[in-house]
Structure formats: C-alpha cells, structure tokens
C-alpha cells in the first residue's frame, strides 16, 4: 500500500484546522486519502482553510 492511499475509506476529525498544526494535519489527513472532517472556532478562516486544503 503506498503512503499516499494508506487512510482511503477512512474519516479523521481534526479540530484547529484553520491554521498551524491543525491545518497541517488536516492536509496530510487529505493527502493521504482520508476524508477530513475540518472544525475550527473561526468560520471564516475555517472556511479558507478547507478551500486550500480540497
């Protein structure tokens, strides 16, 4: 299995995901075939998040 698909049929719920760790962990989450569940207290930035990341 490659690293690329190793979280495919997979959910990771990821808080923070507006920026820092959270985002980074929301986007290898991604990356790696997960689908993302993305939470963050701020919508806004929350929302450009998710944008940048799918």
Known sequence: MSA???FNDR???VTG???GIGFAIAARFAA???AVV???S????GRA????IW
């Open 42 to 45: 701020d919508e806004e930035k």
């Open 17 to 19: 995901t507006a920026s």
């Open 49 to 52: 998040a998710a944008l940048t």
């Open 32 to 34: 790696e075939g997960a």
């Open 38 to 40: 993305a939470l963050d």
């Open 4 to 6: 690329a698909g190793r």
């Open 11 to 13: 959910v990771a719920l």
